[in-house]
């Protein structure tokens, strides 16, 4: 991320899409992620972090019901929402880490066609160019 401040929900929701990078090794033409990668435990649970603590949203629903009130009344008073947005930030940087290592390929539409896929999330508009447009064929 760059210098510019971010809100705590632009830092989740960038978490969440780091999250998904990592955890998929192949994506679709229009973003769509295709093929989960296969992940040991250990890659998975490093000490203090869990990449799929993200993705599966246990973080966001953690803070969705502090600020909602759906906790305990001691869980309220001693949630620091300035130390999770700091722990925010750390899992930003360690998911940055990781995804130098886990990279995460996206399929050339013909490479999708070979492999069976079809349909317009194929193309990079989300349209498929063989096919009249909407306005072609109702004229």
């Given amino acids: ?33 295709l093929t989960p990668r296969e992940m040991t435990d250990e890659e998975d649970n490093l000490p203090g972090f869990s990449i799929s603590e993200w993705v599966d949203g246990h973080v966001q629903d953690l803070l969705e019901k502090q600020i909602e009130g759906r906790v305990s009344l001691n869980s309220m008073i001693n949630f620091d929402l300035e130390a999770f947005e700091a722990s925010v930030d750390a899992d930003i940087a360690r998911l940055q880490e990781l995804q130098k290592q886990f990279t995460c390929v996206t399929l050339s539409t013909e490479e999708m066609h070979r492999r069976g896929y079809r349909g317009n999330w194929c193309y990079p508009d989300g349209i498929d160019p063989t096919k009249a447009s909407p306005s072609e064929a109702s004229a």
Avoid: H, P
């Avoid at 991320?1 to 998929?24: H, I, P, V």
């Fill in 1 to 33: 991320m760059s210098d510019r401040c971010y809100s705590l929900e632009e830092k989740m929701n960038y978490a969440f899409r780091l999250g998904m990078r990592c955890l998929y090794c192949e994506k679709a033409t229009n973003g769509s992620f």
